[in-house]
């Protein structure tokens, strides 16, 4: 049993092998064709053949994806860390659509096709920039989490500090604390889609300060991200090392 348990994990998780890699090239080859057909489906006065087909190809996919997660499961040395772990939990979301549509009312279920579209995750299972990026962020997670909060108390300042520069002038636009928050987004993070703008003195020169500090919020996530990249780097050098 352990052999064969061993010989199924350099197919389904060991590319570097040739039968690996060719499954690795087919399932990802697989979940391209699958969001093709998925955006073809969506298309108006489709022939009832091409709509055939279209199914016939689901169900062969989401037979191969279902096959493919057993295997992974069968594979896995701690089968529930799998099933729960991120790649585990985007491999099911890959084919729960399908079983749940079948066994529902399809006008009830039409939301549930959305959940295709996760098969789009399956694909940083073999990236290795995916995977980096994933080890930069555990290395930079608890300064991000930080930079959130901090970036979620700004975001309500400045929410606070324009409605009470533009409540008077404008109270169809800044009639609170809640709707004030919308121009928070749009200007703390520098986009300024210009719908609502201050027209007095002091909400011109309170926007200018939040610019500022939107600046700010923009570049430092950026910068967390690329040192711990760097980071990611080095660590992955010394493994292969």
Request: proline content about 4%; hydrophobic content about 55%.
């Amino acid at each position: 049993m352990n052999r064969i348990r061993a010989r199924i994990a350099a197919v389904v998780d060991d590319p570097t092998t040739r039968i690996g890699f060719a499954f690795a090239i087919t399932i990802q080859l697989l979940i391209i064709a699958s969001l093709v057909t998925f955006a073809v489906d969506t298309l108006p006065d489709l022939p009832p053949r091409t709509r055939d087909y279209l199914e016939l190809f689901e169900v062969v996919t989401v037979g191969v994806f279902s096959l493919e997660y057993l295997l992974r499961i069968f594979a896995s040395p701690g089968p529930i860390r799998f099933i729960c772990s991120f790649f585990g939990l985007m491999d099911l979301l890959a084919i729960l659509p399908f079983y749940l549509t079948a066994s529902l009312d399809l006008r009830a279920a039409r939301s549930f096709r959305l959940l295709r579209l996760f098969r789009i995750f399956k694909l940083a299972r073999y990236s290795a920039a995916v995977r980096r990026f994933h080890r930069a962020f555990l290395i930079a997670k608890e300064e991000l989490v930080l930079f959130l909060m901090v970036a979620l108390i700004l975001l309500y300042l400045s929410a606070v500090g324009i409605y009470y520069c533009e409540n008077e002038a404008q109270p169809e636009k800044f009639c609170s604390v809640f709707h004030s928050l919308w121009w928070s987004v749009a200007t703390l993070t520098t986009v300024g889609y210009g719908d609502i703008y201050p027209v007095t003195v002091a909400g011109k020169a309170f926007t200018f300060l939040v610019l500022l500090v939107g600046l700010g919020v923009v570049s430092v996530p950026a910068g967390l991200v690329a040192s711990a990249l760097a980071k990611a780097r080095e660590m992955e050098s010394v493994e292969r090392k």
